[in-house]
C-alpha cells in the first residue's frame, strides 16, 4: 500500500466516494465527491498527537467496537495515507486538537467537500467484502451471549496491535479462556441465509486455532465443521499440522448453544458425524466463522459502474473460464472479493491481472469492438416525434442508450455488445443491428421454409450457447431427425416475436427458442429479457388460432449436445403426430391477422420485400 502511494503515477483519492461515470472504454468520466477531512493533507505527518489530546471517544469500526476511536483519528495505524481526519458528527469543537498540531498548523474547519471530474482510460473495482452478520442466526446467541464472538473480533483480540495487545480475552470477565470452540459456515452453505461457500474461512480458522495453541498449548480448541476445504497449494499440509497440534476436529453444524449466566461459559450442543451422536461441548468462548459477503453498497455501484451481479450478490466477471477479471461493461475490471469470496493469494493474483488487463487498454491508441453494433433509424423513434418510450433503453444491459425527450434514441456503439435486445424490444421497430438486421434472417427464414415448410422445426438460437449445443450434438454423432433448420443470432435477446409470427405465416411446422441457461447469458441480462417475451407468445399465438404446442422455449448450453438432440426428436415426434392438412389450414387462416401484424414492419428498410415476397402455398 505504502509503495502504491509514493509512486509517482499514483495518485490515491482516499475519504472519497465514486458519485458518476459516465463515457465508455478509454473515455470514462468520473465524478468524485472528496469529503472535507478539516485537516491540510500535506501538513498532517501523521504523528497522532491531536488525538491523544481529543477528548471524544466514539465506536472504532476497524476495532468493531471492541475498543473506541477519538473524534480525529486514523482508521488504523497502518493506514494509508497516514492522514487524520475529523469525524464532524461528534467533534464538540474544543480545539483542543488545533493546540495540539501547533507548528503544522494542519487542522482546518473551513474545508468543504470538492468535487472531481477526472478522464480516466479503464477502471478497476476492488472494494472488497464484508462480513455476514450472526446476530440473525438465533440458535448460536450472537450479540446475547458476550463470550460468542466472531472470527474477526477474535483476530483483533489477538493481534499485538489490537485493543488488548494481543492478549485473548473473554469479553464477559477480561479473563483469558482456556477452551475455545469455532464454529465453521455460519451464514454461509445455509439455505436460510448464503447457499455459497465462503472458500476462505477454514484456512483462516485453521490459522487461528493454531496462533491460539501456540500461544497457550495447553488451550483447548475444538473447530466444528461440516467440510474442511484445503483446495490450494500447502493447505492440506497446514491443516494436519494443526491436528498435528491437538486442534479437535469435529464434522457437525452446532445446532444450539447455551450459556451458564453465572459463570458465561457457554454449551454447544451438535451432532458428531463420525460417532453418529449427539453431544454437547462446554467452551470458555465460541467463535464464528462468518460467512463473506457482499458490500451493503454493492448495489448501487454496481448500478453506477452498469454491472451484473450473482445471485449472491457479488459482481458477475464477462465469462468465468475465459474473461474472469473482466466485467461485462468494457474497460471495467474485477479485483479480489468484489467478485466472490477469495483468499488473499487469489486476491493478489486478480489484482495483477486486473492492473495489467487495465494497462492493457491504456497503452492502446485504438480499441476494437465486434461490428455487430446496433444503430437507430431516426426518423422512425417515437421519441424524437415528442412521445414516450424508452423501452430500448430499459432493454440495454450495458447502459448504451440514451433517450432524451425530443431526440432519437442515441446508442454509444463503443458500449454496444451487440446483443440484439434492444432491436427485437423496440415496439417501433426503429433499431437495427449490423449483421443480424431484420431483412437479413427474415431472408434466413424464408429460404429455409420454402420447400415443405410444415415438416420443419425452425430454431432460433444463440450463438454463445444453443448453437454450441447443436453443433455438439453433430460433433458427439448424437442422432435426431433432418427436419430441424437452424437460425443463430447472438442472443436469445434477439429472437423478436415478429419473427416467430413470420415463422408461422410461412407455415413452419414447429418454431424452437433457445438460448443459454439463465445464468450463463454472455449479454448481462439478455436472457431474462427474451424468457420475458417468450412467456407472452403462447397466448398470442392461441389468439392467432395457431396451436401453442407447435411453439418450445428451452435453455441449451453448448455441452448439452445430447439435450439438443432429444430436444428435436421430441418436437419432431409431435410434429409426425400432427395432422399436416390440419396445420395447413391452421397457417392458412392465421395468415391474414399475422400479415395485419406485421404491416408496420415492411416500412423497415429492407423488409417490404421480403414480406411481399411470394404468397405462401398452403
Ligand atoms: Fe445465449 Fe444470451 S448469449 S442467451
Same mark, same amino acid.
Given at each position: 500500500?505504502?509503495?502504491?502511494a509514493?509512486?509517482p503515477q499514483?495518485?490515491?483519492?482516499?475519504? *472519497?466516494?465514486?458519485?458518476?461515470?459516465?463515457?465508455?472504454i478509454?473515455n470514462?468520466?468520473?465524478e468524485v $465527491?472528496?469529503?472535507?477531512?478539516?485537516?491540510i493533507e500535506?501538513?498532517?505527518?501523521?504523528?497522532g498527537?491531536?488525538?491523544?489530546?481529543?477528548?471524544?471517544?466514539v465506536?472504532?469500526?476497524?476495532?468493531?467496537?471492541?475498543?473506541?476511536?477519538?473524534?480525529?483519528?486514523?482508521?488504523?495505524?497502518?493506514?494509508?495515507?497516514l492522514?487524520?481526519?475529523?469525524?464532524?458528527d461528534?467533534c =464538540?469543537?474544543?480545539?483542543?486538537c488545533? &493546540?495540539?498540531?501547533?507548528?503544522?498548523?494542519?487542522?482546518?474547519?473551513?474545508?468543504?467537500?470538492? +468535487?472531481?471530474?477526472?478522464?480516466?482510460?479503464?477502471?478497476?473495482? #476492488?472494494?472488497?467484502?464484508?462480513?455476514f452478520d450472526?446476530?440473525?442466526?438465533?440458535?448460536?446467541g450472537?450479540?446475547v451471549?458476550?463470550?460468542?464472538?466472531?472470527?474477526?473480533e477474535?483476530?483483533?483480540?489477538?493481534? *499485538? /496491535?489490537?485493543? &488488548?495487545?494481543?492478549?485473548?480475552?473473554?469479553p464477559s470477565?477480561g479473563?483469558a479462556?482456556?477452551?475455545?470452540?469455532?464454529?465453521?459456515?455460519?451464514?454461509?452453505r445455509?439455505?436460510?441465509y $448464503?447457499e455459497y461457500?465462503?472458500?476462505f474461512?477454514?484456512?483462516?480458522?485453521i490459522?487461528?486455532?493454531?496462533?491460539?495453541?501456540q500461544?497457550d498449548?495447553?488451550m483447548d480448541v475444538?473447530?466444528f465443521?461440516?467440510?474442511?476445504?484445503?483446495?490450494?497449494?500447502?493447505y492440506?499440509?497446514?491443516?494436519n %499440522?494443526?491436528?498435528e497440534?491437538?486442534?479437535?476436529?469435529? @464434522?457437525?453444524?452446532?445446532?444450539?448453544i447455551?450459556?451458564?449466566?453465572?459463570?458465561?461459559?457457554?454449551?454447544?450442543?451438535?451432532?458428531?458425524?463420525?460417532?453418529?451422536?449427539v453431544?454437547?461441548?462446554?467452551a470458555?468462548m465460541?467463535?464464528?466463522s462468518?460467512?463473506? =459477503?457482499p458490500?451493503?453498497?454493492?448495489?448501487?455501484?454496481?448500478?453506477?459502474?452498469?454491472? *451484473?451481479?450473482s445471485p449472491?450478490g457479488?459482481?458477475m466477471?464477462?465469462?468465468?473460464?475465459?474473461?474472469?477479471?473482466?466485467?461485462?461493461?468494457?474497460?471495467?475490471?474485477?479485483?479480489g472479493?468484489? @467478485?466472490?469470496?477469495?483468499?488473499i493469494?487469489?486476491?493478489?493474483a486478480?489484482?495483477?491481472?486486473?492492473?495489467?488487463?487495465?494497462a492493457? +487498454?491504456l497503452?492502446?491508441?485504438?480499441?476494437?469492438?465486434e461490428?455487430?453494433?446496433a444503430?437507430v433509424?431516426?426518423?422512425?423513434? +417515437?421519441?424524437?416525434q415528442?412521445?414516450?418510450?424508452?423501452?430500448?433503453?430499459?432493454?440495454?444491459?450495458?447502459?448504451?442508450?440514451?433517450?432524451?425527450?425530443? @431526440?432519437?434514441?442515441? =446508442?454509444?456503439?463503443?458500449?454496444c455488445?451487440?446483443?440484439?435486445?434492444?432491436?427485437?424490444?423496440?415496439?417501433?421497430?426503429?433499431?437495427?443491428q449490423?449483421?443480424f438486421?431484420? #431483412? @437479413?434472417?427474415v431472408a434466413?427464414l424464408q429460404?429455409?421454409?420454402?420447400?415443405?415448410?410444415?415438416?420443419?422445426i425452425?430454431a432460433?438460437?444463440?450463438?454463445?450457447?444453443?448453437?454450441?449445443?447443436?453443433?455438439?450434438?453433430? &460433433?458427439s454423432?448424437f442422432?435426431?431427425?433432418a427436419?430441424?433448420r437452424?437460425?443463430?443470432v447472438?442472443?436469445?435477446?434477439?429472437?423478436?416475436q415478429d419473427?416467430?409470427?413470420?415463422?408461422?405465416?410461412r407455415g413452419?411446422?414447429m418454431?424452437?427458442?433457445?438460448?443459454?441457461h439463465?445464468?450463463?447469458c454472455?449479454?448481462i441480462s439478455?436472457?431474462q429479457?427474451?424468457a420475458? %417475451?417468450?412467456?407472452?407468445?403462447? %397466448?398470442?399465438?392461441?389468439?392467432?388460432?395457431? $396451436?401453442p404446442?407447435r411453439?418450445r422455449?428451452?435453455?441449451?448450453? #453448448?455441452?448439452?449436445?445430447?439435450?439438443?438432440?432429444?430436444?428435436i426428436?421430441?418436437m419432431? /415426434?409431435?410434429?409426425?403426430?400432427?395432422?399436416?392438412? /390440419?396445420?395447413?389450414?391452421?397457417? #392458412?387462416?392465421?395468415?391474414?391477422?399475422i400479415?395485419?401484424?406485421l404491416?408496420?414492419? /415492411?416500412?423497415?428498410?429492407?423488409?417490404?420485400?421480403m414480406?411481399e415476397?411470394?404468397e405462401?402455398?398452403?
Amino acid at each position: 500500500m505504502v509503495d502504491a502511494a509514493r509512486h509517482p503515477q499514483v495518485e490515491v483519492l482516499a475519504y *472519497s466516494e465514486v458519485e458518476r461515470v459516465d463515457g465508455y472504454i478509454g473515455n470514462f468520466r468520473v465524478e468524485v $465527491n472528496k469529503k472535507p477531512r478539516y485537516v491540510i493533507e500535506d501538513r498532517c505527518n501523521g504523528c497522532g498527537e491531536c488525538a491523544q489530546v481529543c477528548p471524544i471517544e466514539v465506536p472504532n469500526d476497524f476495532e468493531l467496537d471492541i475498543a473506541p476511536r477519538k473524534a480525529i483519528d486514523v482508521p488504523h495505524g497502518q493506514a494509508v495515507p497516514l492522514i487524520y481526519a475529523i469525524d464532524v458528527d461528534n467533534c =464538540i469543537h474544543c480545539y483542543k486538537c488545533v &493546540t495540539a498540531c501547533g507548528k503544522l498548523d494542519a487542522i482546518d474547519f473551513s474545508q468543504e467537500p470538492q +468535487v472531481l471530474d477526472l478522464d480516466v482510460g479503464s477502471i478497476v473495482v #476492488a472494494t472488497g467484502f464484508e462480513s455476514f452478520d450472526p446476530t440473525v442466526v438465533p440458535e448460536y446467541g450472537y450479540g446475547v451471549y458476550p463470550n460468542v464472538i466472531t472470527a474477526m473480533e477474535l483476530e483483533r483480540l489477538a493481534n *499485538s /496491535a489490537g485493543p &488488548t495487545v494481543g492478549r485473548l480475552v473473554r469479553p464477559s470477565d477480561g479473563v483469558a479462556p482456556k477452551s475455545v470452540a469455532m464454529i465453521q459456515c455460519v451464514g454461509s452453505r445455509d439455505a436460510r441465509y $448464503n447457499e455459497y461457500c465462503s472458500g476462505f474461512c477454514c484456512m483462516y480458522t485453521i490459522k487461528n486455532a493454531l496462533l491460539l495453541k501456540q500461544a497457550d498449548p495447553a488451550m483447548d480448541v475444538t473447530i466444528f465443521y461440516m467440510d474442511i476445504r484445503t483446495p490450494a497449494k500447502g493447505y492440506e499440509e497446514f491443516y494436519n %499440522r494443526a491436528r498435528e497440534m491437538g486442534i479437535r476436529f469435529i @464434522q457437525g453444524r452446532p445446532s444450539q448453544i447455551t450459556e451458564d449466566p453465572v459463570t458465561h461459559n457457554l454449551y454447544i450442543e451438535a451432532e458428531d458425524q463420525a460417532l453418529g451422536e449427539v453431544i454437547e461441548l462446554e467452551a470458555d468462548m465460541v467463535s464464528l466463522s462468518a460467512a463473506a =459477503i457482499p458490500r451493503l453498497d454493492s448495489e448501487a455501484l454496481a448500478s453506477t459502474l452498469t454491472l *451484473s451481479r450473482s445471485p449472491g450478490g457479488f459482481y458477475m466477471e464477462y465469462h468465468p473460464k475465459l474473461r474472469p477479471v473482466d466485467s461485462p461493461t468494457d474497460g471495467v475490471f474485477l479485483a479480489g472479493a468484489v @467478485q466472490g469470496p477469495k483468499d488473499i493469494p487469489a486476491s493478489v493474483a486478480q489484482g495483477s491481472a486486473a492492473a495489467s488487463r487495465a494497462a492493457r +487498454v491504456l497503452l492502446s491508441d485504438t480499441w476494437e469492438i465486434e461490428p455487430i453494433v446496433a444503430r437507430v433509424w431516426e426518423d422512425r423513434c +417515437v421519441s424524437a416525434q415528442g412521445r414516450r418510450c424508452g423501452v430500448c433503453a430499459t432493454a440495454c444491459p450495458y447502459g448504451a442508450i440514451i433517450v432524451e425527450p425530443g @431526440q432519437p434514441a442515441q =446508442i454509444t456503439q463503443a458500449k454496444c455488445h451487440g446483443c440484439g435486445g434492444c432491436v427485437a424490444e423496440c415496439p417501433h421497430d426503429a433499431i437495427s443491428q449490423d449483421h443480424f438486421t431484420d #431483412a @437479413q434472417i427474415v431472408a434466413q427464414l424464408q429460404e429455409l421454409l420454402r420447400d415443405n415448410p410444415e415438416e420443419k422445426i425452425l430454431a432460433f438460437m444463440c450463438h454463445w450457447c444453443s448453437y454450441g449445443g447443436a453443433d455438439n450434438a453433430g &460433433t458427439s454423432h448424437f442422432e435426431y431427425p433432418a427436419s430441424s433448420r437452424g437460425i443463430r443470432v447472438m442472443c436469445s435477446a434477439r429472437m423478436d416475436q415478429d419473427f416467430i409470427l413470420e415463422a408461422f405465416r410461412r407455415g413452419a411446422g414447429m418454431v424452437l427458442v433457445s438460448g443459454c441457461h439463465p445464468q450463463d447469458c454472455h449479454y448481462i441480462s439478455g436472457q431474462q429479457v427474451a424468457a420475458k %417475451r417468450f412467456d407472452r407468445i403462447p %397466448r398470442t399465438l392461441e389468439r392467432l388460432g395457431i $396451436n401453442p404446442e407447435r411453439f418450445r422455449v428451452e435453455w441449451i448450453s #453448448a455441452a448439452e449436445g445430447e439435450k439438443y438432440a432429444r430436444v428435436i426428436t421430441e418436437m419432431d /415426434a409431435k410434429l409426425a403426430s400432427m395432422d399436416k392438412e /390440419a396445420l395447413r389450414q391452421e397457417t #392458412a387462416k392465421a395468415q391474414p391477422e399475422i400479415a395485419k401484424r406485421l404491416r408496420r414492419w /415492411a416500412a423497415v428498410p429492407g423488409m417490404a420485400e421480403m414480406l411481399e415476397e411470394e404468397e405462401v402455398s398452403v
